[in-house]
C-alpha cells in the first residue's frame, strides 16, 4: 500500500514539472504584449511614465488636429470675425498696414493674432502667459522680452486684467516706437475711467475713445499716441 502512494506521488510530481516546464516554454517563446517591432507606431496604451513623478499629460491628440477642432468651432470664428471689424477701422483711420509690426499683448487664445493676420498684417506678435502655439508665445505682458521702440502698434484687449497695469502700460509704451499707438479695450466706461487709464500711459498722448461692441461684449475703445522721446 505505501508503495503505491509512493509510485502515485512519484507520478504526480513528473506531471507538475512536466506542466511547469512547458508553460515555462511557452512564456520564453511567446512575445510580450509590451514588445513594439522597431519603426512601429507605439501603441498609446502602452506608453509608460517615465518615473512614479512623471505627471506630465500625455498628448492625446497633435497640436494641429487640436487647434484645427478649435479653429473650425463657432464660437471661435465669431470672435476673430469681431476683431476683424475691429482692426479694419484702423487700416481705415491710417494707424494699421500691412507692413506694421504688431504687438497683441496679453492675447488669450489668439483670436486677434489670427484676425490680424487674415486682414494681412504680416508681423504679428501675440503673447500671454500662457502659451497658445502657433498663434501667442509665452511671455509676460509687465516684463516684455522685446527691444525699445519695435512695434508700431501695441494692442490689448486684457488691460483691465493686468495685474499691475502701470508697469504693463510702461511695456507696451517702451515697445512701440514714437510716433506708434498703444490701444487698449476695456470694459464698457466713462470719461473719468478713461482718464484713469491714459494717465497710466505716461509717455502717450490721449487719441480718442470710442465706444465699441466686441466679440458680442460692450467696451470702449481707447487710443494713445506714444510721445517721442525727449
Ligand atoms: C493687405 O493684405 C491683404 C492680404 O494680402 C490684402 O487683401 C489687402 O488688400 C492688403 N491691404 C492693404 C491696405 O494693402
Ligand atoms: C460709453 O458708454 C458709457 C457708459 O454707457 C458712457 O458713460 C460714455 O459716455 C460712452 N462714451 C462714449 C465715448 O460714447
Redesign the pocket.
Known amino acids: 500500500m505505501e508503495r503505491h502512494i509512493e509510485i502515485f506521488l512519484k507520478r504526480l510530481s513528473y506531471v507538475a514539472i512536466l506542466i511547469g516546464t512547458v508553460t515555462f516554454v511557452f512564456l520564453l517563446l511567446k512575445n510580450p504584449d509590451t514588445c513594439v517591432a522597431p519603426g512601429s507606431p507605439p501603441k498609446p496604451h502602452l506608453r509608460f511614465p517615465k518615473s512614479s513623478c512623471d505627471a506630465s499629460p500625455r498628448l492625446i491628440l497633435p497640436l494641429h488636429k487640436k487647434n484645427n477642432r478649435l479653429w473650425s468651432s463657432k464660437t471661435w470664428q465669431n470672435k476673430v470675425r469681431s476683431f476683424s471689424n475691429f482692426f479694419r477701422a484702423f487700416?481705415q483711420m491710417g494707424l494699421l498696414?500691412?507692413e506694421s509690426k504688431v504687438l497683441c499683448a496679453s492675447a488669450g487664445a489668439g483670436h486677434e493674432v489670427m484676425a490680424l493676420t487674415e486682414?494681412?498684417v504680416a508681423d504679428v506678435t501675440g503673447i500671454e502667459l500662457l502659451e497658445s502655439p502657433p498663434l501667442v508665445s509665452r511671455a509676460d505682458p509687465h516684463n516684455l522680452p522685446y527691444f525699445d521702440n519695435v512695434f508700431d502698434l501695441g494692442f490689448s484687449a486684457h488691460f483691465a486684467e493686468a495685474l499691475f497695469p502701470n508697469r504693463f502700460a510702461a511695456e507696451m509704451e517702451r515697445t512701440v516706437r514714437a510716433g506708434g499707438v498703444c490701444v487698449v479695450v476695456v470694459d464698457e466706461c466713462g470719461d473719468e475711467e478713461i482718464r484713469e487709464i491714459v494717465d497710466l500711459f505716461s509717455n502717450s498722448r490721449f487719441l480718442g475713445a470710442l465706444n465699441v461692441t466686441l466679440t458680442g461684449l460692450r467696451m470702449t475703445r481707447i487710443i494713445m499716441k506714444v510721445k517721442r522721446l525727449p
Open positions: 487700416y498696414h500691412n486682414l494681412g
